[in-house]
């Protein structure tokens, strides 16, 4: 079965040229021009991927991502013109998954299309042996059903705010670099900096303010605790 990917995109050379491409590798691609488009399609066919572009007539890529975050965890790669850092990150903190800068080469938007459907469907760095349940403190992780509960209330939380937390909680007290939770948590291939990281860990922080996840300056994280996770 083809994977579907929504394309939201205004500029009609853009479209072709990605649509093009996506087509080639054997996707199934859906173009639209604005977010009010892609938001009627996601209300009735979910693509499995969103390309997104940023500045859009009327609703702009990072209330759109925002909303869509709202509801699901299906990955989302952002493109724009803008190339500051304070918009890349913007748009991870929104839950954007990976960032493109325009101009960007189509095989290099294909490599990471295939790249996040790669890690979907198998996290990297993350143990597929089930267990039943993992608790640190007031941590509760439901391993097999991807559940996270915080002072015994449940929170949604996004696939990679999962992954980090299960991988920190399997280690408890372990400091970890940066470029280990990269490599961990996005794979091998990951272009992007370890911005990405500390984007993450600010998202995890901002759900679970007295989380015990520490930053070990310099360095990395680690989810500190004077019990042994169980």
Known sequence: MKHHIGVVEDDTNIQNIVEAYLKKEGYEATVMASAEEAWKLWETRRPDMWVLDIMLPGMDG???????????????????AKDDEVDKILGLE????DYLTKPFSPREL??????????????????????EH?????????E??????????ELDVTTKEFDLLLLLSKN??????????????????????????????KRIRKKMSDLPLETVWGYGYRLRSEEESS
């Open 94 to 97: 929104l839950g954007g998954d």
């Open 62 to 80: 990072y209330e759109f991502c925002k909303k869509i975050r709202q509801e699901s965890d299906v990955p989302i790669i952002i493109i724009s």
């Open 172 to 201: 408890v007290n372990r400091a970890f670099s940066r470029e280990e939770l990269l490599i961990k948590i996005w794979g091998e291939d990951y272009f992007g900096s370890d911005r990405a990281v500390d984007d993450l860990v």
């Open 144 to 153: 097999t059903e991807r559940r996270i509960f915080w002072h015994g209330e």
């Open 134 to 142: 993992i608790k640190v403190d007031q941590l509760l992780i439901h």
């Open 110 to 131: 294909v490599a990471r299309v295939k790249r996040l459907f790669k890690r979907a469907s198998s996290p990297a760095g993350i143990s597929q042996e089930a267990n």
